[in-house]
C-alpha cells in the first residue's frame, strides 16, 4: 500500500504561482512512479504531468507546459508541482498519483494509488 498525501493548495490571484507537495508512505519511494493530475468543477479528472516509468523524463499535458514543472525529492518521498503564471482555468482539485507498473502515464487507469486532493482556487 502506498499512501500519498498533498499539501499546498490555496487561493492565489491570476498571475501567482503555488508550490504542491505530495509526501509518500508505505513503499520504498522509488518503487513508484508519480504523476499530478487535476479535476475542475462538473469537469473529468485530467492529467496534468508525471514522471515516465524510468523516472528520467517528465512529460506534460500541452497546455500546461512551460508553466508547471513536476520535480521530486528521493530524500524525503516527496514530489512536487510548481505551478507558475496560474489562471482562472486552473482553478480545480488537484490529485497526485502513484503507478506500479508500466502504461501511459497520462492514463487514470494507470495509477494504482491517489491523494486526497487539495483545492487550488485561482481569482482576483
Known amino acids: 500500500q502506498v499512501r500519498l498525501v498533498e499539501s499546498g493548495g490555496g487561493f492565489v490571484q491570476p498571475g501567482g504561482s503555488l508550490r504542491l507537495s505530495c509526501a509518500a508512505s508505505?513503499?520504498?519511494?522509488?518503487?513508484?512512479?508519480m504523476g499530478w493530475f487535476r479535476q475542475a468543477p462538473g469537469k473529468e479528472r485530467e492529467f496534468v504531468a508525471a514522471f515516465s516509468w524510468s523516472g528520467a523524463v517528465t512529460t506534460y499535458a500541452d497546455s500546461l507546459k512551460g508553466r508547471f514543472t513536476i520535480s521530486r525529492d528521493d530524500a524525503v518521498n516527496t514530489v512536487y508541482l510548481q505551478m507558475n503564471s496560474l489562471n482562472a482555468e486552473d482553478t480545480a482539485v488537484y490529485y497526485c498519483?502513484?503507478?506500479?507498473?508500466?502504461?501511459?502515464?497520462?492514463?487514470?487507469?494507470?495509477?494504482?494509488?491517489w491523494g486526497q486532493g487539495t483545492q487550488v482556487t485561482v481569482s482576483s
Open positions: 508505505g513503499s520504498t519511494f522509488s518503487n513508484v512512479v
Open positions: 498519483a502513484a503507478r506500479t507498473r508500466r502504461g501511459s502515464p497520462r492514463e487514470l487507469g494507470t495509477y494504482d494509488y
